[in-house]
């Protein structure tokens, strides 16, 4: 029905910049709403950013003047782009989208993302 790959994951030091993509495949009709949830170990999935079906953007207060989140219109695909990434941002990165009539919620396997020195 609506599958999410997301790529781009990996191992950078503290301060390095690193961009997240995900690729959204719907055979239920358009997607809706695209963004992006982490999860640190031992801890519960957050929000982090997303882009609204009209282009409106939101993010989490702690990464808004670090990481921009992007979809191109009309296109199934989503980065997020991090720079200034602190140790704090280490987590598995889930990519989440709304697809359907009603909408529904589908979700990616998730990237690790680890920083550390």
């Known amino acids: 029905q609506v599958q999410l790959v997301e790529s781009g994951g990996g191992l950078v030091q503290p301060g390095a910049s690193l961009t997240l993509s995900c690729a959204a495949t719907s055979s239920i009709g358009d997607i809706l709403n695209m963004g992006w949830y982490r999860q640190a170990p031992g801890k519960q999935r957050e929000f982090v950013a997303m882009?609204?079906?009209?282009?409106?953007?939101r993010y989490h207060g702690s990464v808004r003047e670090r990481f921009t989140v992007y979809r191109e219109t009309g296109k199934n695909t989503m980065t997020l782009q991090m720079t200034n990434l602190r140790s704090e941002d280490t987590a598995l990165y889930y990519c989440n989208a709304f697809a359907g009539n009603p909408p529904l919620s589908y979700w990616g396997p998730g990237t690790q993302v680890t920083v550390s020195s």
């Open positions: 882009v609204l079906n009209g282009g409106t953007t």
